[in-house]
């Protein structure tokens, strides 16, 4: 029998949405290992720390960070100070702050260092943010908001450059591609959107360059992300399905669906790209074959629909 520690060296699922609880699962064996409660609001969105010690929560007014390694139920820190529903959190890769993204149209960057809120960057746009996304660089950050528009904000200079990849549509997510060559976004109109990233030098920005645009799903796009190698890229949305690409030309290698399985809202691959888990309105988190396209897992355990979920490989 592995120990609660030993098993948090390895591999963490964590499972949360509009049910008021955040679910830690044995990937394997698709036994929920761990039960927290989340009482305000739904979680919106999850991410583990690099160092999988802590788990972000983001609800309405509220970042709940958990700890992994023990058994309280309850949160640990509370980061509060945002008036609306946060939408997006992540973590710089040494866990020195976090970042956060919300309706209340502001990004915030948020010193994981002192235990009193402070945000010592604040990024302000004209609309509520959907998504915001950290360039492997740890220097900009990438904000796309419901009027359409993604920023390129740089955190040494706090300057930042806007594009609009289509107009009267909402950007719901972006991601970058872990070898920085690459950027998607998909919006509500189920259309996604690639650019080229040409890395700066030292303090100069970076270069996005228009690649690829085509329709993904027929509704929504939920999320975007890409694979640890970079050579995939998963869509989720609306329309029941969650599909994989592959990002060498963007042609499609799997399309991920399930009866009744209904939005698919959340998805993350496993180290080595061979498996996906998604997050479904249907209660139920999944693992796929990545390559076969089948369903190999369900962890059920929900009452109501799982809009987040948050995975970190043994590696």
Request: charged fraction near 20%; charge should be negative; proline fraction near 3%.
């Amino acid at each position: 029998m592995m120990t609660e520690n030993s098993e948090n060296d390895q591999i963490i699922l964590a499972t949360g949405g509009y049910d008021h609880t955040i679910k830690l699962w044995q990937t394997h064996t698709g036994i929920c290992s761990r039960t927290m409660q989340h009482a305000e609001s739904q979680v919106n969105g999850l991410e583990i720390s690099p160092d999988k010690d802590l788990l972000a929560a983001a609800s309405y007014q509220h970042i709940y960070m958990y700890d992994l390694h023990s058994n309280n139920p309850s949160a640990i820190v509370n980061y509060e100070g945002t008036s609306k529903n946060v939408t997006s959190v992540g973590f710089q890769e040494d866990g020195k702050w976090m970042y956060s993204g919300g309706e209340d149209c502001r990004a915030r960057i948020w010193d994981l260092r002192s235990r009193n809120n402070q945000c010592p960057k604040i990024f302000e746009v004209q609309a509520p943010i959907n998504c915001v996304s950290l360039h492997p660089n740890q220097v900009e950050l990438f904000v796309g908001d419901q009027n359409g528009i993604i920023y390129r904000w740089d955190l040494r200079t706090d300057n930042n450059e806007q594009l609009i990849p289509e107009n009267d549509a909402m950007i719901l997510d972006i991601d970058i591609s872990p070898d920085s060559q690459l950027m998607a976004s998909v919006n509500n109109k189920g259309k996604c959107y690639i650019w080229s990233l040409v890395s700066g030098s030292n303090d100069t920005p970076t270069k996005m360059i228009p690649k690829q645009k085509f329709e993904a799903h027929k509704r929504h796009a939920l999320k975007c992300k890409f694979s640890p190698d970079s050579n995939l890229l998963i869509t989720t949305s609306a329309d029941q399905s969650a599909k994989i690409w592959d990002t060498s030309d963007f042609s499609l290698v799997q399309e991920l669906i399930q009866e009744n399985q209904r939005w698919v809202w959340d998805a993350a691959f496993s180290a080595d790209a061979q498996y996906v888990f998604t997050a479904s309105s249907d209660g139920y988190a999944k693992l796929w074959n990545v390559k076969k396209g089948v369903m190999e897992r369900e962890y059920a355990g929900h009452q109501k629909a799982v809009i987040a979920l948050a995975f970190r490989d043994a590696s």
